[in-house]
């Protein structure tokens, strides 16, 4: 049994949502907006910014937004989780 987790395809689902599909015949539809929203980082956010969102491709079974800037983990984005764990913010 191969435990391999990879995307085979992904498209836009609507606004911030994209229908990912995987190898095991898996279908999630993964919404990145409370992700983008949450996050303080000016590239992160710059996603935010539809033409830049819609910007996303599958590479050897990785999803890629832009350049390379963001990517996940593909068992984040197989589980639906791709937000922290955690509930707090610590102080830097």
Do not use: W
Request: glycine share 4%.
């Amino acid at each position: 049994m191969n435990s391999e987790i990879n995307i085979v395809n992904a498209e836009r689902a609507r606004e911030y949502r994209l229908r990912i599909v995987f190898a095991d015949g898996s279908v999630k539809e993964v919404d990145f907006k409370p992700f983008l929203i949450e996050s303080c980082h000016p590239v992160i956010r710059s996603f935010l910014h539809p033409e830049k969102f819609a910007d996303f491709r599958v590479e050897y079974g990785d999803l890629i937004l832009g350049d390379y800037d963001l990517c996940f983990p593909v068992v984040d984005l197989y589980d639906n989780q791709i937000m922290p764990k955690h509930t707090e913010r610590l102080a830097a």
